[in-house]
């Protein structure tokens, strides 16, 4: 009898071909968003599960599924998962880093121009008609190029990120857990480490690339975005929870910063409905990684993660070697 297993959400068909190799998939390509109890009922009698950042995977289902071996996350970020819990029940849980960083990066900067120079709010005033004529003072941005890039999270996307910098002849600093070693700082257009406080207070532009966690919850509060600069942008490409929305919200909405990019939000995808009223925020539908390749990549890589955590090999991104 082969080995079960679950692909949780609707993935590239060579992908369930190339698992179906060596196990018997159950696979879910109409993309039905199971509840809780629903996925926990589906793993059952799974030894392992490729499931998305929108699979919230906790203790009561790990628990409650006997025979599992692996969780393997199609995404870098792991806080969807339970890792405590996972670790206590010796259930591999691996992600899929390093595949995405310089799409993501990309996309930081994507959504980086289109805040800072208002291309989506003119776009928008331009379909609707509005172009009469041309004016000096016709939606004025701000520069990014020669400017001050603030980096909170200086893993290898931030890096990525910064490096892009180099062309906008700009100046970068972060901000992370610890300081990163100087060949990085170097490699990350000599990218100089401040305090949180600092970094708000000079950036012209906020990049949040850290990852979500209890300690990073509402990293950016009233009290983070009262220390910006007016003229600040924001761009969150990396989880809804750093940022308090509702705080970011009422700042907009008062002007007290100039404007947000936003790909993640609290409570995704039913986000905070007051983002539709404001015209200085660029919203997108967390697509930062979404490059045909890249998603190729990261669905490929997520499976060999569960072919290796099923056939005795250590999983090449495995999260909590126990
Ligand atoms: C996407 O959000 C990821 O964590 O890969």
């Given at each position: 009898m082969m080995i079960k297993i679950l692909v949780a959400r609707a993935v590239f068909p060579e992908v369930l071909e190339k698992l179906a190799q060596h196990f018997e998939v159950e696979s879910n390509q109409q993309d039905t968003i199971f509840s809780e109890a629903e996925l926990a009922a589906r793993m059952r009698d799974k030894w392992a599960v490729i499931a998305t950042a929108s699979e919230r995977i906790g203790a009561a289902t790990i628990a409650s599924s006997?025979?599992?071996?692996a969780i393997c996350n199609?995404?870098?970020?792991?806080?969807?998962?339970d890792i405590a819990a996972a670790s206590a029940a010796r259930v591999m849980v691996t992600n899929t880093p390093d595949v995405l960083n310089e799409t993501t990066a990309d996309f930081a900067w994507a959504l980086l121009m289109a805040t800072a120079r208002r291309v989506s709010e003119s776009e928008h005033w331009l379909r609707a008609g509005k172009w009469k004529k041309w004016q000096?003072?016709?939606?004025?941005g701000t520069d990014v190029h020669g400017s001050t890039l603030g980096i909170i999270g200086m893993g290898r996307i931030g890096q990525a990120i910064a490096r892009r910098s180099l062309g906008f002849n700009m100046k970068v600093i972060y901000h992370n857990r610890s300081r990163v070693s100087t060949d990085l700082e170097q490699g990350a257009n000599n990218a100089f480490y401040v305090s949180k406080e600092e970094l708000l207070s000079i950036s012209d532009h906020v990049i949040l690339a850290l990852p979500h966690s209890v300690t990073s919850h509402h990293t950016i509060g009233a009290r983070e975005l009262a220390q910006m600069k007016p003229t600040a942008t924001l761009i969150n490409i990396a989880r809804g929870g750093i940022v308090d929305d509702a705080a970011l919200i009422n700042v907009l909405k008062h002007r007290r910063i100039a404007a947000a990019g936003l790909d993640v939000f609290e409570n995704e995808p039913a986000f905070h409905p007051d983002f539709l009223t404001l015209s200085n925020v660029v919203l997108t539908p967390h697509i930062a990684s979404a490059s045909e390749s890249t998603r190729r990549a990261m669905a490929n890589c997520a499976a060999d993660n569960l072919i290796a955590s099923l056939t005795g090999q250590q999983p090449p991104n495995l999260l909590n070697p126990f």
């Open positions: 006997p025979h599992l071996k199609m995404a870098v970020g792991f806080n969807n998962i000096y003072d016709g939606f004025l």
